[in-house]
């Protein structure tokens, strides 16, 4: 709690508020609800979701309670987006969830794939079927159903489908979500959304605009600055159960990087991209291995895949030495080699570090890391504020064809520390320069996200 509390310095004014409110807001629900069990705390799944993501010990409470109690309510079939949230926080593997999942989704799913609900039409809980079964034939005829029906005017319910879609495979359908995403900032830029009679409804839609346009644009988009700045003037609002905060506006807050930098979900988050990118290698090194060629799985790249991901909490826990001890800075890029060998010294045996490339256009240079048994080669980049995107990814696009060459390469991570966050759209940078081929293979991976 007094980590959440520290952190929370960092983040904006509006998001602090928030926060402060939703303390006091829900133990007044739990209260009431351990007094009465009348109250269904399910009407508040989204908020109990803003603290999970930030670590606050009020989402323990919650989520011990819906472990414990019937979840056939009311709430779940006016909004089985509510799921969604619910499988993130853990949930989805209790008895009463799978029960709700089935009742509220699986058996509201049409032949054509539709699935009805009251609010959020279709598109909320096909959100929570790709979260809960994201390779079942549910899911596939959910999507379906959705790029066959896309209403290019429907936007309140387009950014949730956006968001499913980035969920659910965004290399696959990278060209229709940008499309999607280029239709929902014309539609919105001709809508009265600000029109003041209807701020607390469409703050929420709003909401799920900005989370969608974020992950895929970045932060630096005019229509995120123009909307986060309507967001912070309406998320609170009178309801019939008095004053509220809109959970949806804290979600925003977050996504465009007001929240706290590294929620307790981080890993989940930040390995999205990267897990599909994974299995689509997966596939296709399986697909074309018929003579016993090296496979996937003994790559490893799920051990190089974690530790990649897990650095940045890794090297900041390094600074917090007993008794305030001497310990190592990083201040550039060798200084993160050093870490980096050290640790993955753990998991693989032949580290063969300042390997050789092969010549390319008349120079040769060093790679970073050489695993050889597994194949992979390890490239570090560490930002400064006169190394940022652009740079970064100059240089990587001169690394990967010089790496093509490399007779012991068949895939390259390409591993770039942004501990400043100043890189604005990571995301879009990992996109624009992976691929997945079955020579070679490129992964590009920022870490930390300021998600």
Not at 297 to 317: D, Y
Not at 417 to 446: C, Q, R, T
């Amino acid at each position: 709690m007094k980590k959440v509390l520290n952190e929370l310095e960092y983040c904006s004014i509006e998001f602090r508020e928030g926060i402060s409110f939703l303390e006091v807001c829900l133990q007044e629900e739990i209260d009431k609800f351990q007094l009465s069990n009348d109250i269904d705390l399910l009407a508040y799944t989204c908020e109990f979701y803003v603290m999970f993501k930030i670590g606050h010990t009020i989402a323990d409470k919650f989520i011990s309670i819906l472990k414990e109690i019937d979840l056939d309510s009311d709430w779940l079939f006016d909004d089985p987006h509510n799921l969604y949230y619910l499988h993130k926080m853990g949930v989805g593997d209790s008895d009463n969830y799978k029960e709700a999942f089935e009742i509220y989704i699986k058996n509201e799913q049409r032949r054509s794939g539709y699935i009805l609900c009251n609010q959020y039409n279709h598109v909320g809980p096909m959100r929570a079927l790709v979260q809960y079964e994201h390779d079942s034939d549910y899911a596939t005829l959910a999507i379906k159903y959705f790029i066959n029906n896309y209403n290019r005017e429907d936007w309140k319910n387009n950014s949730i489908g956006i968001l499913t879609l980035f969920e659910y495979d965004y290399n696959k359908y990278k060209d229709l979500i940008l499309a999607y995403i280029i239709d929902l900032k014309e539609v919105l830029q001709h809508y009265p959304y600000k029109n003041e009679e209807y701020a607390s409804l469409y703050v929420i839609y709003v909401s799920f605009a900005v989370q969608a346009i974020s992950c895929v644009c970045g932060n630096d988009d005019p229509f995120i600055k123009e909307a986060i700045e309507w967001i912070k003037e309406n998320h609170y609002f009178e309801g019939y159960y008095g004053k509220r905060i809109v959970g949806e506006s804290m979600l925003a807050l977050i996504s465009v990087g007001e929240g706290i930098k590294v929620p307790k979900e981080e890993i989940e988050t930040l390995h999205l991209l990267h897990r599909q990118e994974i299995k689509k290698l997966e596939n296709r090194i399986s697909s074309n291995n018929p003579n016993g060629i090296v496979n996937y799985e003994n790559r490893n790249i799920s051990v190089l895949e974690e530790v990649l991901s897990r650095f940045h909490i890794f090297a900041n826990q390094l600074k917090k030495r007993y008794n305030s001890r001497n310990t190592i800075q990083i201040n550039d890029e060798y200084d993160v080699q050093d870490l980096l060998h050290s640790v993955i010294k753990m998991f693989y045996d032949d580290i063969r570090p300042e390997e050789w490339t092969p010549s390319y256009a008349g120079k040769s240079s060093r790679v970073d890391f050489l695993l050889k048994k597994e194949e992979i080669v390890i490239e570090v980049k560490k930002t400064r504020p006169s190394l940022g995107a652009k740079e970064i990814g100059d240089q990587l696009i001169i690394d990967i064809s010089r790496y093509k060459v490399h007779p012991n390469c068949k895939i390259l991570y390409c591993f770039v520390y942004d501990p400043d966050y100043l890189i604005n759209n990571p995301v879009g940078l990992e996109a624009d320069l992976s691929s997945v081929d079955n020579d070679f293979s490129v992964i590009v991976k920022v870490v930390p996200k300021g998600l």
